[in-house]
């Protein structure tokens, strides 16, 4: 057989396995290696030369460039969580946003969603932070709770990670690291498909709460753990803070990162000094804080590592060679090889960051040796993380699942349509729409 063709075989097979052992609950340290190997094996590459030169290169590499990112990132989250500004927050706009249909409720965990990503908070702390808040508000409602997962990743994985202008999120700072662009890359673009992928899902999810209140679906029975001491509401007693002192850590991040123009490291951390100033009384035990918080980060970049790692051997192979050259002939503009190597990166590794990551290594010199606008690339490529990374085998996917205590089988459907579906066409109307405005 055509060595080529046995690689591409191999990559296809790897991607098999990795999604296959991912929704059996194995972790992906052990599964990105096994991928891995596979791929070499059936590239014909020498097993311990590809896992300690190519994917181990790739792990440190991720590592290197990311590793304060993810620690400050993972302390912010928790200066806010543990002082309560989080919950603020998200109460705050419940208040505003209002209870008066379904819809509007589901809107209301969007935008809470949204705005405590915006205001940097980590993608587990948010979803710990509304559950408890959704729960009771899915019961007053007689939803079915099998929509909230997916209401879930509207809210975090669309607009708020790749597309809103300033977000600190890492799918739009990765890309600065590679092109010199800032977190406010392409800000018409970016706001343009922020507001095409909300009202579409608007639409789409006032239409999958018609047809469920259609089918007779409500609230009772569909939440395996509303009644399990699991569920119950947490008992914190401790007064939350004001609304202004609850907003304060995110406004001076945004401000340090998108108004003063820092990076993003020192915009976390003066984020974290104002957490730690300004919510000193709501925080109670301080350093236990910042060690829980530093150590959280640990297992996200490391999963996310372990998932670069899987990707650059992918992007070391023949096959993988082939298929870059076939994205990159597509005819017309080079933004659709840009945004189908990312989402194809991203679907690979189940990863978002992770797919970002190989490929703005693997792809950033070329496309700007090609002339294209810095910050158009910026955009469309952190455009293209939404979509294809919120597979069955992402880790964000089977740790919400497991939170809320869902199959992939009963709420994989809403997921897969307001997180993937619509954030690709949205990445193909920002395409359509950059090759007109830049």
């Known amino acids: 057989m055509d060595p080529q063709l046995l690689s591409i075989i191999g990559i296809f097979l790897g991607l098999a396995t990795l999604i296959t052992l991912a929704l059996r609950g194995w972790s992906i340290l052990v599964i990105a290696p096994i991928a891995a190997t596979i791929v070499l094996a059936m590239s014909g590459v020498d097993l311990l030369t590809g896992l300690n030169e190519i994917y181990m290169k790739g792990f440190a590499s991720f590592a290197m460039k990311f590793f304060f990112l993810f620690l400050l990132g993972t302390i912010f989250g928790k200066?806010?969580?543990?002082?309560?500004?989080?919950?603020?927050?998200?109460?705050?706009?419940?208040?505003?946003?209002?209870?008066?249909?379904?819809?509007?409720?589901?809107?209301?965990?969007?935008?809470?969603?949204?705005?405590?990503?915006?205001?940097?908070?980590?993608?587990?702390?948010i979803l710990f932070v509304v559950v408890p808040i959704a729960r009771p508000l899915f019961k007053e409602m007689d939803?079915?709770?099998?929509?909230?997962?997916?209401?879930y990743f509207f809210g975090v994985a669309t607009f708020v990670m790749a597309m809103l202008p300033g977000t600190p999120q890492i799918q739009n700072i990765i890309p600065t690291r590679y092109l010199g662009t800032t977190a406010t890359a392409a800000p018409a673009l970016g706001l343009i498909a922020s507001a095409f992928v909300i009202a579409a899902n608007y639409m789409l999810l006032g239409w999958m709460i018609r047809r469920s209140k259609s089918r007779?679906?409500?609230y009772a029975g569909s939440d395996p753990l509303a009644m399990t001491e699991a569920a119950a509401p947490?008992?914190?007693?401790?007064?939350?803070?004001?609304?202004?002192?609850?907003?304060?850590?995110?406004?001076?991040?945004?401000?340090?990162?998108?108004?003063?123009?820092?990076?993003i490291v020192w915009a976390l951390l003066g984020g974290i000094v104002a957490g730690m100033v300004f919510l000193s009384s709501h925080l109670t035990d301080k350093v236990r804080t910042l060690t829980v918080g530093a150590t959280?980060?640990?297992?996200?970049?490391?999963?996310?590592?372990?998932?670069?790692?899987?990707?650059?051997?992918?992007?070391s192979v023949a096959g993988f060679k082939a298929i870059s050259n076939m994205l990159m002939s597509i005819p017309?503009?080079?933004l659709i090889s840009l945004a189908l190597a990312t989402q194809l990166l991203c679907g690979i590794t189940g990863s978002a960051s992770?797919?970002?990551?190989?490929?703005?290594?693997?792809?950033?010199?070329d496309f700007l040796a090609?002339?294209?606008?810095?910050?158009?690339?910026?955009r469309i490529a952190s455009l293209a993380t939404a979509g294809l990374d919120v597979m069955p085998h992402n880790g964000a996917v089977i740790t919400a699942l497991a939170v809320v205590g869902l199959t992939h089988r009963q709420a994989y459907k809403p997921i897969f349509l307001l997180a993937v579906v619509t954030p690709i066409l949205t990445n193909a109307v920002a395409i359509a729409v950059a090759t007109v405005i830049y």
């Open 79 to 125: 200066v806010m969580e543990d002082s309560g500004a989080a919950r603020k927050i998200a109460g705050f706009m419940l208040r505003l946003t209002g209870k008066k249909s379904a819809l509007h409720v589901a809107m209301a965990i969007v935008a809470v969603c949204g705005l405590l990503g915006y205001g940097g908070v980590s993608v587990f702390v």
């Open 143 to 151: 939803l079915s709770w099998h929509l909230f997962p997916g209401i």
């Open 216 to 218: 007779g679906e409500g």
């Open 234 to 263: 947490v008992s914190d007693d401790k007064p939350l803070p004001a609304v202004w002192l609850a907003f304060v850590p995110s406004v001076v991040m945004l401000v340090l990162l998108n108004g003063v123009g820092v990076d």
């Open 296 to 315: 959280n980060c640990a297992l996200p970049i490391v999963n996310t590592c372990a998932d670069v790692g899987f990707g650059a051997v992918v992007g």
């Open 332 to 334: 017309g503009t080079p």
């Open 354 to 365: 992770g797919g970002l990551g190989i490929a703005m290594e693997l792809f950033a010199k």
């Open 370 to 378: 090609m002339g294209l606008n810095p910050e158009v690339i910026h």
